[in-house]
């Protein structure tokens, strides 16, 4: 058996207390090493990481194949889950030869818990949520896209719920209107304030494309828009989805390295393995 000490060779009754499954010629810490270097790099760069750092080779293919037969662990804690963000991503389909690859969205949800990602498997996520601890209220913080918002309302219950529109995508959105300047100063307090009809006031008598489509917006998600300032001021809760983000910024910082294309079968299982590495849970499975 490869190990981080060299080649080792163990009996059976060793091998049970060292928790070494049947025909594996890697230790658990080599297998660990490799899966906490492969969550952050290539393959191939993973295979000249360990080897440097280890002195023993471990070829990209073992790498891939090791990945792709973990169980990962997903995170949990006895404590409340008392907030949470809904965001999405893009991840790089591989193609037939010759045809141009495509993007596809997957889905991410943040918590004080921990990260997880999936694709296309929204129910796996909404699974997890809802076996854990939930606070009441709780804290769902979005943009404005339907597919989020979709996984949100199958979270907990309805008058459990606290759903709130991510400030900064809703001001992102008010200053798209373009015109007056002061009329967007205007609207912007008005909304940092919770006051949609006040806003909605300031706009609806423009013919413009973009200020009708922002009116549309303002009251398909008019009881997600809350008092911001009082919120921040109090420190009730986030007014931003900042923390799935940054979590989706994260994810990324693997699945799109420079010219990574992925079966559409694996993208499952490697979203898997760059959340347990963020969520610091490799080497805890069992």
């Not at 280890?54 to 070829?59: D, E, F, H, V």
Request: proline share 3%; glycine share 6%; charged share 20%.
């Amino acid at each position: 058996m490869k190990s981080t000490l060299g080649e080792l060779e163990i009996t059976s009754g060793q091998a049970e207390k060292l928790a070494v499954l049947p025909y594996r010629q890697l230790s658990p810490h080599l297998e660990n090493c490799c899966l906490r270097l492969s969550a952050n790099v290539s393959y191939q760069q993973a295979e000249q990481d360990v080897a440097y750092l280890t002195g023993i080779r471990i070829p990209a293919k073992t790498q891939q194949r090791l990945v792709h037969r973990q169980r990962f662990a997903l995170p949990s804690s006895e404590e409340l889950m008392e907030e949470l963000g809904v965001d999405g991503g893009k991840v790089r389909l591989r193609t037939t030869l010759g045809e141009v690859c495509v993007w596809r969205d997957y889905k991410a949800i943040a918590t004080n818990q921990g990260t997880i990602a999936n694709y296309q498997n929204n129910p796996q996520l909404i699974g997890w949520v809802n076996t854990q601890p939930l606070a009441n209220p709780l804290t769902c913080l979005a943009d404005g896209h339907d597919g989020v918002w979709n996984i949100v309302q199958q979270i907990a219950e309805a008058d459990q719920r606290r759903e709130i529109l991510d400030w900064y995508h809703l001001k992102e959105n008010l200053h798209k209107v373009g015109g007056s300047l002061k009329r967007l100063n205007q609207a912007e307090a008005f909304l940092w304030m919770g006051k949609v009809d006040e806003t909605l006031k300031l706009f609806e008598a423009s013919e413009k494309k973009q200020a009708q489509n922002f009116c549309q917006y303002l009251r398909k998600h008019r009881h997600r828009i809350v008092h911001y300032d009082y919120f921040q001021a109090e420190q009730v809760c986030s007014i931003g989805s900042g923390a799935v983000e940054s979590a989706i910024k994260q994810i990324d910082r693997r699945i799109q390295i420079s010219g990574a294309q992925w079966n559409a079968d694996n993208v499952p299982q490697v979203l898997a393995h760059r959340c347990a590495y963020l969520n610091g849970l490799i080497g805890s499975q069992t």
